[in-house]
């Protein structure tokens, strides 16, 4: 009995996790061209910006819910802080969705773009930051999320 709890527990767990893992997916995907323009390996295309702006808005309020105290431990890569400072994570997610869609206002060509697309990174970085983050740093995890779970 003991051994179907902790089984069940862990299912919970890992549910969790993967279901913010696919989250993180669908953002991370949509964030790739985006990403590519940034650095010069492929052309502007606004409908592409504009894809991971909706990616965001969509799906980033759902991470509020999606950190229950049986998540903290399997194959996450979440530190403690999501559930230390909760209040703070939250802000952070609804700073990340108003960027969003301020910045799907603004940007309507490439120099929109080079000016107001970074300031939408930088957020990213509250969050995934290599010292005291709620994740590991932006570049590590974007890499990450390219491989399949």
């Known amino acids: 009995l003991m051994i ?3 089984t069940a ?4 767990n890992a549910d ?3 279901q913010r893992r696919e989250t993180m997916r669908v953002i991370t995907k949509a ?17 592409a910006v504009q894809a991971v702006f909706k990616a965001i808005e969509e799906n980033a309020p759902k991470f509020k819910a999606m950190f229950p105290d049986d998540s903290k431990t399997g194959p996450t890569e979440a530190t403690a802080k999501v559930w230390e400072s909760r ?3 939250n802000a952070i997610i609804d700073k990340w969705v ?6 799907a206002i603004s ?10 697309y970074p300031k939408l990174v930088a957020t990213c970085g509250s969050c995934h930051s290599s010292r005291g983050g709620f994740a590991p740093g932006l570049g590590d995890s974007f890499r990450r999320m390219q491989t399949p779970l």
Do not use: C, H, N, W
């Not at 527990?9 to 919970?12: D, P």
């Not at 108003?98 to 910045?103: C, E, L, M, V, W």
């Not at 940007?107 to 107001?116: G, H, L, N, Y």
């Open 4 to 6: 179907a709890g902790a």
């Open 9 to 12: 527990a862990y299912s919970q």
């Open 16 to 18: 969790a996790i993967k």
């Open 31 to 47: 964030g790739d061209a985006p990403f590519k323009m940034t650095r010069g390996e492929a052309p502007f295309d606004l409908a």
């Open 87 to 89: 209040a703070e994570f």
């Open 98 to 103: 108003a960027d969003a869609k301020a910045a």
């Open 107 to 116: 940007i309507k060509d490439e120099a929109s773009f080079k000016v107001e």
